[in-house]
């Protein structure tokens, strides 16, 4: 037995631990969310961006877009976040994929893949500068928060 070892085997958790760990907290918030309304002042800290520089960053409105969403309001989620909802279907099915191959791993292959092609991400990227850029001017008030 080699030194410093218990000779005790070593635990691993599960692949599943952690999607179902990360949906479980993704719940949990979602019910605060729900319960905890951050459209009354005092609940919830400001955005840190807004704070600073007055302007809207792109996450801004996302907690009050997931609060309107568990109210099942899509239009006012809408208006919280539109980026968040075009990007919803996108992390669900990301989610359930992830949770899937955890418990069902694909197939081992000769060559590894990527898990996303890099140019999904730069569109992604670009569109998220967009967003935050088009929301702060003023023909994008549409954009902004409430």
């Known amino acids: 037995m080699a030194r410093g070892t218990t000779g005790a085997p070593r635990r691993r958790l599960h692949p599943g631990a952690a999607p179902l760990l990360l949906g479980a907290a993704g719940l949990a918030g979602a019910t605060l969310l729900h319960f905890v ?12 961006w807004l704070l600073v520089t007055g302007t809207w960053c792109p996450g801004c409105g ?62 992604f990227l670009g569109v998220l500068l967009a967003f935050w850029l088009v929301r702060n001017l003023p023909f994008g008030q549409f954009l902004a928060p409430g």
């Open 37 to 48: 309304d951050p459209n009354e002042a005092g609940h919830y800290p400001t955005c840190p």
């Open 62 to 123: 996302a907690m009050r877009a997931v609060h309107a969403l568990t109210d099942l309001d899509v239009a006012g989620a809408l208006q919280m976040n539109a980026l968040l909802l075009a990007v919803a279907p996108f992390i669900v099915y990301s989610y359930l994929r992830w949770l899937y191959r955890s418990f069902r791993p694909a197939p081992p292959r000769t060559t590894p893949g990527k898990a996303v092609h890099p140019g999904w991400l730069y569109l």
